[in-house]
């Protein structure tokens, strides 16, 4: 679950960020601010993955602000959605670690995009204590793989996550279910088994039966050598 706050001083375009946000599965809105002060009251009393920041803000600039998160709240990533277009502001969000830029008005397309992207990174992440060249470059999306990925890869199959589930499979050469896959990837049963059979298809992994402690046979997936 992403939970993320709204920063923004204008209470009806933050009721239509939060109905945006009610529409993506696995996204819980935890607080609302109209201000920076609120915003960092907030991010003190709360688990946060993410805030969705204004920069015309009335008691201090988004851009600041974002300075003051990215300082005291380094794990917390921040997307700006503002009515600012002039090239200093987008400039310095930017540089100073802002996953994403938006102006006003977002459109919902643009803005389930946003947050789609940033969750298939935040997932890519999640079960990884080590990293390899590909997941990185994954991430930053600078191979001409995961271009290709995009451009192949059937509905229901994304890059990010094909990508993790590969990961899962190396680190567990004896083989994993379809129901183990799922809880691994913080997906469905249903979800995981797509993937595995999809790599299958492709001629990335195969699957055996095998027979637990009272012998209702498994599908067990791994990756092919």
């Given amino acids: 679950m992403i939970n993320v706050i709204i920063s923004e001083d204008d209470f009806r375009v933050a ?18 601010a109209l201000n920076g002060e609120q915003t960092l009251i907030l991010l003190k009393n709360n688990q946060v993955d993410l805030v969705i920041l204004d920069i015309f803000m009335p008691d201090q600039l988004g ?7 990215r300082k005291d709240y380094p794990h917390v990533d921040v997307i700006i959605i503002s009515a600012a277009s002039e090239k200093m502001y987008v400039e310095a969000s930017i540089r100073q670690g802002a996953i994403d830029y ?7 397309e643009r803005f389930r995009q946003s947050i789609e992207s940033y969750k298939r990174k935040h997932q890519l992440f999640s079960d990884s204590e080590e990293l390899n060249q ?25 890059p ?32 995981a088994r ?29 990756l092919s050598k």
Wanted: aromatic share 6%; proline share 4%.
């Fill in 15 to 32: 009721s239509i960020h939060e109905q945006f946000l009610n529409k993506i599965e696995d996204v819980c809105v935890v607080g609302k």
């Fill in 63 to 69: 851009t600041d602000l974002l300075y003051e998160i």
């Fill in 102 to 108: 938006i102006i006003k008005p977002a459109t919902m």
């Fill in 134 to 158: 590909d997941i990185i470059d994954t991430y930053f999306g600078l191979t001409a793989e995961r271009t290709n990925l995009n451009k192949n890869l059937p509905k229901g199959i994304d």
């Fill in 160 to 191: 990010l996550t094909l990508q993790k589930v590969k990961v899962i499979l190396k680190a567990l050469p004896n083989g994993v279910s379809a129901e183990e896959l799922g809880e691994k990837m913080g997906a469905s049963r249903p979800t």
């Fill in 194 to 222: 797509r993937y595995l059979e999809y790599l299958i298809s492709i001629g990335e992994g195969n699957a055996e039966l095998e027979y637990g402690i009272v012998g209702r046979p498994e599908r067990k997936y791994r």
